[in-house]
């Protein structure tokens, strides 16, 4: 029964593919590996995939391996598949871990598969290499430096994943920041706030892997702070981007607390979320891409931070002290933050959309100038 399954498995992943494969090898554009986190039911790793075949579908079409299951769709590339012209890591924060393990496995893997295919980094993110070592899943500098080394072209989230690069590392191609590739979908309208006292909250279970190695201490301060904020008579909305998040903030807040907000479960498109995260006032996140897509939608934020991709994404977009680390959590301190944004709601809103804009115009001149090396 078990081999079975496994046929079966594998006849979907198949069919699955099939289409993918017909048009990679009936493409006239250059053909590309996409590297990255897809098909895993998160809306932020999804909203990146979509935005960097958006981005990039001038001149070349994006063939994504899956991070899950990398041999899915295989039997197919024997015979549809043509040598790729390149080879992509893509967004999120992949650039981590060890030469056996997760996408410097697969980056290593098909390049040596494919050795003339050139290596671009288009939108990744570094993971924070101290927080990496503490949790016991140290970066392999080494290996990832020498591969990184043969890339033509490297395009990062921001300043901190091109400093660790470009001072840390020492890797010799250029660093380009790209920020990250999700900010292409932002809204073209700024809206207003109606001002309601809506406000949007999303925590998440890292299972402990965050600043202060204590998730339970995260738990506590998500439960406290929903506490004050209906206390304060804010009308609060729970807002996941991946299926776990909605279970998980259930569970710590408990029947009590979930009697007194609403949730939003929708997450699985973009548009609607974007919607959804207009209409809130303000907006407390833990996940970065649930902060990406407010920052979007021009709805000002305090974000939880639990590594260093939530500051490599705000320092780059030029927002400081909008932030509160997992190792610093002060309840009393994130709520002042939210009641100062929320009584200058539209200078901070002005203040996104600006920003927004200019990030959105660096994002397409680092595309064009990759674009233009084909």
Known sequence: MNKLQYYIEHLKAEVLYFPKNVC???????????????????????????????????????????YAKPNSGKYLRRWLFKAPDLIILGGGTIIKKKKTESYLKLFSEYHNMYPSAGLVVYGSGVGDTRLAAQIGFPTD?????????????????????????EKDWEVSPEINILHDPAIYFKRDILKGKKKQKRIG?????????????????????AQKLVKELIDEEWNIFLYPTVNSDMPY????LGSKLMAKV??????????????????MDVFIGQRLHSIIFAAIAYTPFHAIEYESKTSDFLNSLGLDNVSTRTDELDVNRVINKVNMLYDNLENKQKELYDLVQIACTQQNSITKKLLNQL
């Open 24 to 66: 990679y090898f009936f493409s006239k554009k250059k053909r590309a590996i996409y590297l990255g986190c897809t098909g895993q039911g998160n809306l932020g790793d999804e909203g990146v995939y979509l935005a960097i075949q958006k981005l990039l579908k001038e001149k070349i079409f994006l063939y994504p391996i899956s």
């Open 141 to 165: 500098v080494q290996n990832w430096k020498f591969i990184l080394n043969k890339c033509w072209f490297i395009g990062v989230r921001g300043k901190l994943s091109k400093k660790v690069l």
């Open 201 to 221: 909250i999303n925590f998440c279970n890292i299972i402990g892997r965050i600043y202060g190695l204590d998730q339970s201490t995260l738990e506590l301060f």
């Open 249 to 252: 903030m259930q569970k710590i």
């Open 262 to 279: 609403e949730v939003y479960n929708d997450f699985g498109n973009i548009d609607k979320s974007l919607s959804f995260l207009e209409s």
